[in-house]
């Protein structure tokens, strides 16, 4: 039993215990063992395309993005475009697109919008960004609140 | 008494050969601890409002994949979307659609969608559930929310 125990401790990465006849095991990249959130605010003074700096991922992990939302609210004669969650620094890595579609606003002068999806988005150590373009016009404070949530692996 | 790679490797394999006769469990499987939970808000004036939708229970940590609103308001009110959270800024939204109401002198707004949401226990570990109500307070507005999740472990 000794013996065997020791096999199978050896043979499975994290956990393993024999109890009646049956073996629980536990997944070191289970979703639920490192999950992370992260938010940030983009804001505009000007028209264009603004970013914010949403997690950092630490070096040999790997973020999976499992959600995101965007909470946005510009003028009523601006608009936001969709928006995006782009990882990882090369040319080559390919954002995650939201659409960000009407919600009722408190004030009737305010143009609101909200974007929220499941993704299933992996990206490397680094920065992770959220992005999105404003057009027209920059009055009113326009900004953008994002949400994600994920979790953590580990790649070595 | 040093045993040889070769003898080591045969133990290894017999021990191996013998469990793999046995059953797996995934300690974290979803089904293990299913969990949901409900909580009604109703207003009396404009504004947010919350209530506790669950209480994570110590050394536990909640997956919550699942979430729907129920709001009933006036025709003239609003309530853009809800979400649930502990209160903090990393929460999960959820918009909310108009659907027929069956009564002409109230609005129904629905939201449900597929989350990737956690809690500790940290802190309370309560788990609240939120939404903005705009314009006015007329027909008794209300919310009810309702999660499915499961638990696991707190590692």
Known sequence: MTI????????????????????????VNDPTRQPVSGSCLITW????????????????????????SFRCYASNTADIRYGRILGGKTLLAQPVLLP???????????????????????????????????????NASPSCHVIIHGYLVDTH | MRIGTPALFAVLTFAGAAYAQQPIRDVNDPSRHPVSGSCMMTWGNMGSNACRIYTVPA?????????????????????????IGNGFVEDALVPLQSVPSGNSAQKLKIGARNVFYHQGSDGNGAMLAFA??????????????????YLVDAI
């Not at chain 1, 499975?12 to 006849?21: D, E, K, P, Q």
């Open chain 1, 4 to 27: 065997a125990r020791f096999a199978c401790l050896t043979a499975l990465t994290f956990s393993c215990s024999v109890a009646y006849g049956q073996l629980w095991v536990e997944d």
């Open chain 2, 132 to 149: 903005s109500l705009y314009h006015d307070a007329q027909a008794s507005p209300s919310c009810q929310a309702i999660f499915h999740g």
């Open chain 1, 100 to 138: 960000l579609l009407p919600m009722p606003s408190e004030q009737s002068a305010q143009n609101a919008r909200l974007g929220v999806r499941s993704v299933f988005y992996p990206a490397p150590p680094g920065d992770v960004t959220a992005s999105a373009d404003l057009i027209n016009d920059a």
């Open chain 1, 45 to 68: 003074t000007a028209p264009g395309s603004k970013a914010c700096k949403i997690y950092t991922v630490p070096p040999e992990k790997r973020i999976i993005i499992r959600d995101i």
């Open chain 2, 59 to 83: 050394g536990k940590k909640l997956a919550v994949r699942d979430v729907t609103f129920r709001c009933y308001m006036s025709n003239t009110a609003e309530i853009a979307y809800g979400g």
